[in-house]
């Protein structure tokens, strides 16, 4: 694997890593408890874990055709800079349209521990295959940017992370 993927995929391990093993101290009660309506720890976590699920296949899919793919360049890395200011702000926003429709409600820790790991093994997969002169190619879909390329990809699946910490925190120490 390319050795910035590799940075990039390692820290998204150790942040789910981290993540998990906190949340498996939390009771049940705790683990699908819910603020004023919001979401609980469960529905966010299965959120980060969905929405990377459905990102990579989408990669999937588009890798297959990735030698017609353009590059990125200046105006992707200036849509990042938003992207990731806008998930550094406390602002809220939807989840894309259908998104929620398929989260699972009612996921156990332990499950969701299971399917995230198989999914970033899935990841880690993925990025293996990637080739250096692939690394630029547009083949991640973001919902309110657009097109960008595999590391501005794992860029934003840590910065969607960083977003919902605070959410997670509060929860964790409301309990």
Known sequence: MNSRLAQ???RLEEDRNSLVEQVEKLT????HQSLNGK?????????????????????TKKVQGIDHAGNTGLKEELKMIGL???????????AP????????ANLSVQHLKSQWAQDRQH???????IQEDQLKKKIYRHVRVG????QQALIFFREHYI?????????????
């Open 97 to 104: 349209k259908g998104l929620n429709e398929i989260t699972p």
């Open 39 to 59: 979401w609980s720890i469960q529905q966010i976590l299965s959120h980060l874990m969905i929405s990377e699920r459905l990102s990579l296949q989408y990669m």
């Open 84 to 94: 990731k200011l806008s998930q550094r702000l406390p602002f809220k926003f939807k």
């Open 163 to 175: 977003h919902h910490l605070p959410q997670i925190k509060k929860l964790m120490t409301n309990n």
């Open 123 to 129: 990841l880690k997969k993925f990025l293996e295959q």
């Open 147 to 150: 097109l960008l390329n595999v």
């Open 8 to 10: 990039l995929f390692n």
């Open 28 to 31: 049940l009660e705790q683990y």
